[in-house]
Structure formats: C-alpha cells, structure tokens
C-alpha cells in the first residue's frame, strides 16, 4: 500500500531506461491461454481461473480490460447474497468464498454426486453466466488448478452455464475452451503482453 499513489512505474522506467508494463497474474495467463488456444482472432473472450481463487480476465475488441486501477474482471470478490464467510480479501460473502479452494485430489472422482459439490458447480457456472449476460460476450476459457483436477465435471459445467443464459442464440454461440495448467504459462503470457505492448504481432 506505500506505493499507492505514487508514479513509482515511471520513474523506475526513466531509471532503468527501459519500458515496464503492469498486469495482473490473471492477465498474464489469459494472454498466454488465448495464443495456445488459438483465439487471437476472436474479438471478444472471457477467462475465468478457478484454483485456490477465482480469477477472471476480460477482453473486449482485441483489448483486455483493466479498468480505473487494475482490478477489473475480480469476479471472485463480487458479494453473493447466500455466502457469509469472510473471504481472504477481508471483506464478508464474496463468490471466491464458495467456489475456489478446493485441494482434494479425487473431489470430483469420489463425491461428484454429493449435494455440495453440485452446488459448488451451480455457484460457478451461475456466476460465469452472470458475466456472459452482462457483457454478451459467449466464447469463454476456463482453467485452473480445480477445473484440471481428474473427473472435474465439465459436461455438467457447460449445461449449467447454459441454463442460465438469457436466450436461444447466447445459447447457440456459448463456446468453451480449457486451458491446461503449467507453472511457465503466465511467464510466457507476460513475454507475450510486453511484445504486444512494444507494439509486436503476436
């Protein structure tokens, strides 16, 4: 927080006469998974990283959005009227509360059909769906630890998703691409955002 405030980025830049860029882990991952998943020309594309978090990404016409401060597309920290447990961030309810965390290896194998684990699904999809209604924008990647976990239900992921999308033709145009989980790609996302920040093709 002593940062906060201050023009520290330029200020190192003109030190070290070089360029710096900032984004947030998120973006980085996004910016790598579009490439490897081949989506560089799909104007339009939501992330959504469930692991011991819930991260999103937003790009809207070829640009990701960060908005006033950095912080857009923290969809884990918006507030859900059933969650009243207080989230990492400090504050009380946040959707992260209910849908991130999640370190048993066979979760998925051994108890897909426990109550807890079909609402823990119904509460992600719910709110990718929210997301998806309110920006129109129906090409999404989902990754993460939890989603790469073994057995992880993405069938049931995407019908979900589907249910609560407003109408037939979000419906129609919903498409999903996964995105696997390596400890490099959001190194490699960072080298691709400052080529495309140098003004570099991707």
């Known amino acids: 927080r002593k940062l906060e405030g201050k023009d520290y980025l330029n200020r190192l830049s003109l030190e070290l006469k070089l360029p710096i860029y900032v984004q947030k882990d998120t973006g980085f991952l996004f910016t790598h998974d579009i490439h490897s998943l081949h989506l560089e020309n799909v104007p339009s594309v939501l992330g959504f990283y469930l692991g011991t978090g819930f991260g999103n990404a937003i790009q809207i016409d070829h640009r990701i959005i960060t908005g006033d401060y ?4 923290e969809i884990g920290h918006i ?5 009243h447990d207080v989230c990492g ?3 009380i309810g946040c959707v992260e509360t ?8 066979q979760l998925f194998t051994l108890h897909a059909e426990n109550p807890l684990v079909k609402e823990f699904i119904h509460n992600f999809a719910m709110t990718i ?3 998806i209604n309110l920006l129109d924008v129906t ?9 790469n976990m073994v057995d992880f239900p993405r069938h049931s992921l995407e019908q979900e998703i ?3 999308l407003r109408n037939d033709v979000a419906r129609a145009t919903f ?3 996964y995105a696997t989980s390596a400890v490099e790609n959001g190194i490699i996302g960072a080298g691709i955002y400052a080529f495309q920040k140098l003004g570099g093709n991707s």
Not at 70 to 73: D, I, M
């Open 175 to 177: 498409n999903v691409s």
């Open 129 to 131: 769906a929210i997301e």
């Open 139 to 147: 090409q999404i990647i989902v990754g993460g630890g939890v989603v």
């Open 98 to 105: 209910l849908t991130s965390g999640v370190k048993l290896k």
């Open 79 to 83: 507030p859900m009227h059933q969650a």
């Open 162 to 164: 589907k249910g609560f």
């Open 89 to 91: 961030c400090g504050s």
């Open 70 to 73: 950095g912080s857009a597309g």
